[in-house]
């Protein structure tokens, strides 16, 4: 039995914890369903797995993610950064390819709080001068 290479991924509220698999088929499994199950439209799913397929390596691991919180858009965002850990951990020389495309940076943009006197982050409510 191999063992699984592990990587954590976060983006806006969603966290994914990624295994891979050496010496893989290049199957991929998100919370126990097929990626193409879980992840319906074909940009989310180039999302998920655009670490692999920018270094070549479809064909050469196994993927396995458990996925919690946000949306469908940032559960893929956080299986990609998760991915890029774990290929960072199964093989440092890929580092430069990884960083070069940004899979390694965390995108910190998250949703603006709502103001207090406000109808949300930015919208105010309707003013009426007469």
């Known amino acids: 039995m191999t063992d699984f290479i592990w990587g954590l991924g976060r983006r806006k509220t969603s966290v994914a914890r990624v295994q891979l698999r050496p ?3 290049g199957q991929a499994t998100v919370n126990g ?3 193409p199950e879980y992840f319906k439209t074909s940009s989310l799913r180039e999302t ?3 670490p692999l397929k920018t270094l070549n390596l479809s064909d050469k691991y196994d993927l396995f993610a458990n996925v919690h919180g946000g949306g469908l858009a940032g ?3 956080a299986v990609m950064m998760g991915l890029a850990r774990a290929l960072l951990e199964a093989d440092p020389a890929v580092e430069p390819g990884l960083r070069e495309h940004g899979f390694l940076s965390r995108d910190p943009r998250m949703k603006e709080r709502k103001k207090p006197g406000q109808k949300a982050a930015r919208a ?5 001068k007469r």
């Not at 105010?124 to 009426?128: I, Y």
């Open 33 to 35: 369903r097929p990626l």
């Open 124 to 128: 105010r409510f309707q003013f009426s």
């Open 48 to 50: 998920a797995l655009r």
């Open 23 to 25: 010496a893989g088929t």
């Open 75 to 77: 559960q893929a965002g």
